[in-house]
């Protein structure tokens, strides 16, 4: 969600003199008549009052300019040097953007703009600008050249950063603008959890049970973005090789070996299968592993063998269900048929 300013620039009053944030937007180059005016328009993000402040970068500024591109090279296959596939096609919309595919699980863009830490291992840290970078350089390898021939995309890259030189990092720039607006905050849970609805009795149940000592999920899905964007092992394996080490693969640590990223859980009863390896098809698979699954080993994090864990949670039946009745109350349809997040 987002709020478009009717001011394209702001000014800033300092003791030192008057100094302008985004400052290319007041260069004053001459346009050529080709060329749209370079007088992009300021975004502001829309978002509950009790999520944390989304980093912002003042050296991206939101724009609807910007933000406009980005969503467009998200869908372009032409951001692939072979052209054979776009960013969607692995993060389709309707599966929270994932996909259902066998081998390393693709990972939900929900929420990225809270986040610093990003891939399983957690191979890049940084800004969702460094991110986007690594995944236009180094993933898909795009070959500007084919971007840079189009005539669309010169009057959309002017527009957004009124830049003539389409390079690498400006294509991160809008991708990076579009991630920030893909914010999921409208799921049963955000309505409820400030009292707008009622949570029916299993939901409320599921709820006391994650939030609590009873399921203790809440210390690494930490409510509201239901990740504490840290790397933990969870006990899926008890020996390790290349494949399971996860973030030890980044930082040789021994202390990381079979850690790795806590991914949201918002629309996560859309995005099977599940854990890194995706070894798990459903939610039902999932709560059994922290029920009774938990494999030993020197990393486990303690808080799945606290005090009184030993022997696994000991849900029944019926605490198993209500845990994924709450799970299922944070899908948000109206972020998966956001009309601003599709194809344009
Ligand atoms: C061939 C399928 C595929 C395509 C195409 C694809 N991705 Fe991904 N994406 C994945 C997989 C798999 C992961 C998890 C990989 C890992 O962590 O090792 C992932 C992870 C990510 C993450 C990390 C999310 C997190 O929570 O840390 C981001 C960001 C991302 N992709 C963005 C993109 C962008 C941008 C594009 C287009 C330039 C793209 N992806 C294209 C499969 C794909
Ligand atoms: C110690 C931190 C920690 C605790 C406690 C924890 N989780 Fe997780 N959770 C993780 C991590 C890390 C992963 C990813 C593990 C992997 O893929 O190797 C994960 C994965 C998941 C997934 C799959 C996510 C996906 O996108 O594939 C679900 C669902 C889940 N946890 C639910 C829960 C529930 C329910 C509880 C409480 C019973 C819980 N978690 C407790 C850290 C934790």
Redesign the pocket.
């Known amino acids: 969600m987002r709020l478009e300013l009717t001011f394209a620039i702001i000014l800033v009053i300092t003791g030192a003199g008057t100094s302008i944030i985004g400052c290319k937007n007041n260069v004053a180059e001459p346009e050529p008549n080709d060329l749209p005016v370079f007088n992009p328009t300021r975004v502001e993000l829309e978002y509950p009052s009790w999520f944390p402040e989304m980093p912002l970068a003042t050296t991206n500024p939101l724009t609807v300019e910007g933000i406009e591109l980005g969503r467009k090279l ?1 869908y372009d296959p032409l ?1 692939h040097p072979q052209g054979t ?3 969607s ?3 389709q919309q309707d599966q929270a953007f994932t ?1 259902n595919t066998s ?7 929900v929420n ?1 703009g809270w ?1 610093n ?5 957690g ?1 890049v840290e940084g800004t969702i600008e460094d ?2 970078l690594f ?2 350089e180094e ?2 390898k795009t070959d500007v050249s084919r971007i840079e021939t189009k005539s669309e995309y010169q009057s959309m890259f002017y527009a957004a950063f009124g830049e003539r030189d389409i390079d690498e990092e400006l294509c991160a720039m809008a ?1 990076a603008q579009f ?1 920030r607006t893909m914010i999921s905050s409208n799921s049963r849970f955000d309505q409820y959890y400030p009292g707008d609805i009622q949570p029916n009795a299993d939901e409320l149940e599921g709820y006391y049970i994650f939030n609590s000592e009873r399921g203790d999920c809440f210390h690494c899905h930490a409510p509201p973005l239901f990740t504490d964007n840290e790397f933990h092992n969870i006990g899926l394996d008890s020996t390790f090789d290349e494949s399971n080490s996860g973030r030890f693969n980044v930082t040789g640590s021994e202390l990381d070996r079979g850690a790795f ?1 806590t ?1 949201t859980l918002r629309n996560i009863e859309l995005t099977a299968p599940y854990m ?1 390896d995706g070894r798990f098809s459903t939610l039902e698979e999932v709560i059994e592993h922290y029920d009774n699954g938990v494999h030993s080993s020197n990393t486990l994090d303690p808080i799945l063998t606290k005090a009184g864990k030993e022997e696994g949670l000991n849900l029944t039946d019926g605490e198993k269900a209500s845990l994924i009745a709450f799970l299922i109350s944070l899908t948000d349809p109206t972020f998966t048929s956001d009309s601003e997040l599709s194809e344009p």
């Open positions: 998200y951001l596939m776009s960013c096609s692995c993060h996909i081998g390393t699980a693709v990972l939900a863009h990225l986040s830490t990003f891939l399983w291992e191979g991110i986007m995944e236009v993933f898909f991708l991630f990223k991914p890194h």
